[in-house]
């Protein structure tokens, strides 16, 4: 059975940082992308960041470059989302989710949560001002 469990979220005061996990299980990451989303209240959920683990391929939001680093620890099975320099509009519940896919196609489609198989459940983070 495929499993996403996000993990990591938590209260942090802005400028503060948080590392976000997304833990695999019933797959393996190398033949798959991991991406992030949020969903804060009241908005729609959006993309965030994504991985495609065979080439180690990252995309990120603009709101979010220079800022949020993402990375994939197959050995583990694990995704991570560090989130340094946090603001208050950064304040959602996060998501990750998984799709079979090559590097080459997710640059097209990462951030569109239907291109997704699997999904995890929410970790929120919630920044201070």
């Known amino acids: 059975e495929v499993q996403l469990q996000a993990s990591g979220g938590g209260l942090v005061q802005a400028g503060g940082s948080l590392r976000l996990s997304c833990a695999a299980s019933g797959f393996f990451l190398d033949h798959y992308a991991i991406g992030w989303f949020r969903q804060a209240p009241g908005k729609e959920r959006e993309g965030v960041s994504c991985?495609?683990?065979?080439?180690?391929?990252?995309y990120y939001a603009d709101s979010v470059k220079g800022r949020f680093t993402i990375s994939s620890d197959n050995a583990k099975n694990t995704v991570y989302l560090q989130m340094n320099s946090l603001k208050p509009e950064d304040t959602a519940v996060y998501y990750c989710?998984?799709?079979?896919?090559?590097?080459?196609?997710?640059?097209?489609?990462?951030?569109?949560?239907?291109?997704?198989?699997?999904w995890g459940q929410g970790t929120q983070v919630t920044v201070s001002s």
């Open positions: 989710a998984a799709r079979q896919e090559t590097a080459r196609r997710m640059g097209a489609i990462w951030e569109y949560e239907y291109e997704y198989d699997y």
């Open positions: 991985i495609s683990s065979d080439e180690g391929t990252t």
